[in-house]
């Protein structure tokens, strides 16, 4: 009995993978371009790969002022085809491909520490005042 619930189990997870793969006979016909009257296909693509949405037929390549018009994209900067903000994106801080190390966050388009930055301790914008110091990411006072 045991043995047939295993092989049961096994068929039925199989079949599920086999679901979740399969191909579908789907084609969307938006456009990339106002010019372009070519339809985009998504045949042969699996089912999760053909829900668009419509944050990713908009690139700034071709037109940087999208990251500006779409409701939470990433930033006003376009970056690699991506909209980012220069001033917080760790992986483009203050320019194109501008990574910031380990440990540290981007503020203000700058790398900064954040355990020990008196500017930004802990956090962006959090200012320890003129008797203080940062440590640990914590305004100390003492």
């Known amino acids: 009995m045991n043995k ?4 049961l189990f096994l068929v039925s997870m199989l079949i599920m993978a ?9 084609e969307s016909f938006e456009t990339n371009d106002e010019n ?5 296909s998504v045949r042969g693509t699996s089912r999760f ?5 419509s944050k990713a037929t908009l690139t700034c ?3 940087p002022k999208v990251c500006y018009s779409i409701r939470g994209s990433g930033g006003p900067n376009c970056c690699n085809n991506k909209c980012v903000d220069f001033n917080t994106d760790e992986l483009n801080c203050g320019k194109c491909g501008k990574k910031c190390g380990y440990s540290k966050i981007c503020c203000e388009g700058k790398c900064i520490n954040p355990k020990t930055n008196e500017k930004h301790c802990g956090k962006c914008g959090n200012k320890c005042n003129s008797k203080g110091s940062c440590v640990y990411g914590l305004c100390s006072y003492a």
């Open 4 to 7: 047939l619930l295993k092989t």
């Open 18 to 26: 086999l679901a979740i793969t399969m191909p579908t006979r789907v």
């Open 36 to 40: 372009d009257e070519e339809p985009n």
């Open 49 to 53: 790969l053909s829900q668009r949405s």
């Open 61 to 63: 390549d071709r037109n």
